[in-house]
Each structure stands twice: as C-alpha cells, then as structure tokens.
C-alpha cells in the first residue's frame, strides 16, 4: 500500500518531466515552422511568407503568391512578395515581371502617392528593359495612370493632357494589330473627349451669354482639334446658332446638316431640324 508521502513524490516525479517536455514540443514547432517555411515579414492582418533565398524554386513560389495577392487586391502584399525577387533574385526569369507587377500594386492602390511611386516602376522598368516583350505594357500603363488622376472637365486638364501624350506615343510605337491597341484606342478617346469636354465649356459659357464671336471661335477650336469628339453633336448645333445670330446663313447650314447625319438618335436633333427647315426658307425667299 503507497502511503501519502510516497503519492506526493510520484505525482512529483510525473509533473515536472510532463511540463519540460510540453514546453519543449511548443519550442520545436515553432522553430520548425520558422526552419521548413519561412521568413514572417508583416504584423498586419496578413503575415507574408517569404521563402528562404536559395531554397529550390524560391522566385517562382514568390511570384505564384504575388500574382495570388494582386488578383485578391492585396497590394502591400502582393509587393512584398516582387520586392523580393527584385532585391534578391538577378538572375531571375521572374525578376522583369515582378517589376512590373510593383507598378500594377501602386497602382491598385488608387491613391496620389501610389499613383506616383506606379509611374515610377514603369519608367524604370522601360528604362532598364527597353527591348522586353512587356515593354508596350508598361507604356500602356503610364497612360492609364494619367488617365485615372484626370479632374472632371470644370478643372485643370494637366493629367488630361499627360494621358493624350502617352497613349499617342504608344499608337505611333506600336503595330495598329497589337494586342493592346484597341484599349489603348479607348483611353485615349476618354481623354480627348474630357478635353474636348472642357473646352466646350468655356465655348457653351460664350454661347450662353450670347457672346457668339468668342463661341464660334471655340467651338471651331474643338472641332478642329478633335474632330472624333463625341459629344459635337450639340457643338454642331451651337456653332450653327452662333453662325445663324450672326447672320452667316450658308455656313450654319452645314453643321445642322451634319446634327442629322452623323447622329441619328441625338437629343439635339429635333432642334437642328427645325433650325434646319427655318434658316433654309429664309434662304429660299
């Protein structure tokens, strides 16, 4: 029979052994999990694995897992895991990419200061690989940079302007067949017409004070300058009235004419039509 002085020196000899080696078990899976996956860089909501350098494969697995974060909207993520192959992998099949896809991160972003670190890594980029396949992309990508910082058509057009000069660059590189060329095509028509919006404007603002000298010279300005514009439907319908108020008939004529052709479901063409048929029997008689 144990007694209560032997009971006590069992439990004793049983606890403590039982804790060291419980401890010991905790220690080893996290230094295991350190050991066999990674580097945790990040105390945000999610940590970033960062596989150790020289482990087999190491920019591919990067680059699979950045691509997963910019699909997901991670971007902070998704640049931790290009920075990496950038800062560490020169060698790398993956490493011109991921420059790229750092561009593309800032750029998800949406923010001033994204915007402007996003045009820096495609600059770089087409910089440091100027005879790269993806160097079109990234040209591509400092136009739709300037495009989304484009101000409505009330205020300044500076970004308006930058995101012309870009996608006109990229029309006159590149083959009328590539790829990007039909998004391309788009931006750049977005911006010509806020410009074209703007400067219709300030013509619209002539017109309505019935300062039709300053309206036709702006409205010829738009046409002139941007003659895919859009909107010219009501341009061709308030230079017509300009003409008309100032008694210049036969080049009125024209515009309105055009209302009626070019734009068979135009809001402004029941006015032009009337317009139309007025100034042409006034001109009859």
């Given at each position: 029979?144990?007694?209560?002085?032997?009971?006590?020196?069992?439990?004793?000899?049983?606890?403590?052994?039982?804790?060291?080696?419980?401890?010991?078990?905790?220690?080893?899976?996290?230094?295991?999990?350190?050991?066999?996956?990674?580097?945790?860089?990040?105390?945000?909501?999610?940590?970033?694995?960062?596989?150790?350098?020289?482990?087999?494969?190491?920019?591919?697995?990067?680059?699979?897992?950045?691509?997963?974060?910019?699909?997901?909207?991670?971007?902070?993520?998704?640049?931790?895991?290009?920075?990496?192959?950038?800062?560490?992998?020169?060698?790398?099949?993956?490493?011109?990419?991921?420059?790229?896809?750092?561009?593309?991160?800032?750029?998800?972003?949406?923010?001033?200061?994204?915007?402007?670190?996003?045009?820096?890594?495609?600059?770089?980029?087409?910089?440091?690989?100027?005879?790269?396949?993806?160097?079109?992309?990234?040209?591509?990508?400092?136009?739709?940079?300037?495009?989304?910082?484009?101000?409505?058509?009330?205020?300044?057009?500076?970004?308006?302007?930058?995101?012309?000069?870009?996608?006109?660059?990229?029309?006159?590189?590149?083959?009328?067949?590539?790829?990007?060329?039909?998004?391309?095509?788009?931006?750049?028509?977005?911006?010509?017409?806020?410009?074209?919006?703007?400067?219709?404007?300030?013509?619209?603002?002539?017109?309505?004070?019935?300062?039709?000298?300053?309206?036709?010279?702006?409205?010829?300005?738009?046409?002139?300058?941007?003659?895919?514009?859009?909107?010219?439907?009501?341009?061709?319908?308030?230079?017509a009235v300009s003409l008309a108020e100032t008694q210049q008939t036969a080049e009125a004529i024209?515009y309105l004419s055009r209302v009626l052709e070019e734009f068979d479901n135009s809001e402004h063409?029941?006015?032009?039509?009337?317009?139309?048929?007025?100034?042409?029997?006034?001109?009859?008689?």
């Amino acid at each position: 029979m144990v007694g209560k002085h032997d009971r006590r020196q069992m439990r004793t000899s049983i606890s403590v052994p039982t804790r060291e080696c419980l401890a010991t078990n905790l220690w080893a899976k996290v230094l295991g999990t350190c050991a066999l996956a990674s580097i945790l860089v990040g105390c945000g909501s999610r940590s970033v694995e960062i596989p150790e350098i020289g482990e087999f494969e190491a920019d591919r697995v990067l680059f699979e897992r950045g691509r997963e974060a910019i699909d997901e909207g991670n971007w902070s993520v998704a640049r931790e895991y290009f920075t990496q192959i950038r800062d560490n992998y020169p060698q790398s099949d993956y490493r011109a990419e991921s420059r790229l896809q750092i561009g593309d991160s800032y750029e998800g972003e949406g923010t001033l200061e994204s915007y402007v670190r996003a045009l820096e890594a495609y600059q770089d980029f087409m910089s440091l690989y100027p005879t790269h396949p993806r160097v079109a992309y990234a040209q591509y990508k400092v136009g739709m940079v300037h495009l989304r910082q484009m101000n409505s058509a009330e205020r300044d057009q500076t970004e308006t302007l930058n995101a012309i000069a870009e996608f006109e660059i990229f029309v006159a590189r590149y083959p009328a067949d590539h790829e990007l060329m039909a998004q391309v095509r788009q931006a750049l028509r977005s911006a010509r017409d806020r410009l074209s919006e703007h400067d219709y404007l300030v013509g619209s603002f002539y017109f309505r004070f019935r300062n039709y000298a300053g309206a036709i010279s702006r409205f010829r300005q738009i046409l002139e300058n941007d003659p895919g514009y859009t909107g010219r439907d009501r341009v061709y319908l308030q230079l017509a009235v300009s003409l008309a108020e100032t008694q210049q008939t036969a080049e009125a004529i024209p515009y309105l004419s055009r209302v009626l052709e070019e734009f068979d479901n135009s809001e402004h063409a029941g006015d032009a039509r009337r317009l139309l048929d007025e100034l042409t029997s006034a001109q009859e008689r």
